[in-house]
């Protein structure tokens, strides 16, 4: 079983920057690739970024290049988000989730990851 904790939300002002964390249980988290999503009251679950396995690929949705970066580190079975200049629109619950394909480059819709953490949320003020 593959037990997944984010940490590192907040409220920041507008502008600010945020780092969240997700640690993962489990000897396998390196070699299956990472995402973090993201849901806003009232709107559905987006996708937000994700990283391969190795930590080699990434890839992010338009609204947060730039301003938003995803890494891991294998050795302590974590992936982070570092996001910077957040705007209000940035608030919501983050999750993280762990895709289902070993070894894959990157995912980024939501049924193809399997194991999803509670969330963390993060709260951006104008």
């Known amino acids: 079983q593959v037990q997944l904790v984010e940490s590192g939300g907040g409220l920041v002002q507008a502008g600010g920057s945020l780092r969240l964390s997700c640690a993962a249980s489990?000897?396998?988290?390196?070699?299956?690739?990472m995402g973090w999503f993201r849901q806003a009251p009232g709107k559905e679950r987006e996708f937000v970024a994700a990283i391969s396995w190795n930590g080699y690929s990434t890839y992010y949705v338009d609204f947060v290049k730039g301003r938003f970066t995803i890494s891991r580190d294998n050795a302590k079975n974590t992936v982070y988000l570092q996001m910077n200049s957040l705007k209000p629109e940035d608030t919501a619950v983050y999750y993280c989730?762990?895709?289902?394909?070993?070894?894959?480059?990157?995912?980024?819709?939501?049924?193809?990851?399997?194991?999803w953490g509670q969330g963390t949320q993060v709260t951006v003020a104008s």
């Open positions: 489990g000897r396998t988290f390196s070699t299956y690739p």
């Open positions: 989730a762990r895709s289902r394909t070993m070894y894959g480059r990157y995912a980024v819709r939501s049924e193809e990851y399997d194991y």
